[in-house]
C-alpha cells in the first residue's frame, strides 16, 4: 500500500487498512520515529479512557486492580 504526501503535509491512509485497523474519521494518531520509518498508533486518551471506568474512574491511576478492590471492599482478602 502506498500514500502521497500532500503540499500540506497530508496523507490519506488506504481504506482497507483503515478498515482492518478500526480507525474512524476522527481518530487521534501518535506518531514515533524509528531509525528506518515512522509508527502510527492510536494516541492514549486518558478522558475517555475514565468515560468507561464507571466506579473506578475515582481511583488513581497507578493503582493495581487489588489496591482498588481493597480500597472498596474496607478490608485486604490477605488480612482474613
Known sequence: ??????SKGQITLPAALRKRLGWKP???LEFDELDDGVVA????D???MKSVLGCAAE???NQNSQQIL???RGYRRDDL
Open 26 to 28: 476522527g481518530t487521534k
Open 41 to 44: 498508533r492510536p494516541a492514549f
Open 1 to 6: 500500500m502506498t500514500s502521497t504526501i500532500s
Open 46 to 48: 486518558a478522558a475517555e
Open 59 to 61: 481511583f488513581e491511576p
Open 70 to 72: 481493597a480500597e472498596i
